[in-house]
């Protein structure tokens, strides 16, 4: 069963290599507003969960600078996550709240899902579909 994971953890990380999207363009102010926000979250990951690339994906579509973690190459990220977050479950965004307040995320759909209405982010393609749709 080991063969098995390795095998397809690599196939995987293929994928995420020659697929990855291309990030889109900003100013270099907003950019840099925008990477100043990011510097709150760090994502809890592991490079061949095909979950966690989903969500790498969507940070790299969107141009967000997002601190990882990988939790197998750090045990301590592990143990954080495991103590502070509750699971060892990836992916996993920790979300600091700047109050000393610190937030748990899993799910990759929730975690994109919150990037997207936290930095009111938009899908060009779903954008102008829906667009065209209402006109």
Known sequence: ??????????????????????????????????????AKLSLYQY???????????AMKRYSLKLNTRN?????????????????????CLRIDNG??????MYESSDIIQYLEQQFHLAEPAVASNSKSAHS
């Open 99 to 104: 109050d000393g307040d610190v937030s748990w």
């Open 1 to 38: 069963m080991a063969i098995v994971r390795w095998i397809l953890g690599r196939i995987i990380l293929l994928v995420d290599f020659f697929y990855r999207p291309k990030g889109i363009k900003r100013n270099p102010q907003e950019q840099a507003d925008l990477d100043q926000r990011m």
């Open 71 to 91: 939790i197998k190459q750090h045990p301590q990220f592990a143990d954080q996550l495991l103590a502070e977050g509750g699971k060892l479950k990836v992916p």
């Open 47 to 57: 490079a061949a969960c095909p979950f966690c690339v989903k969500v790498r994906w």
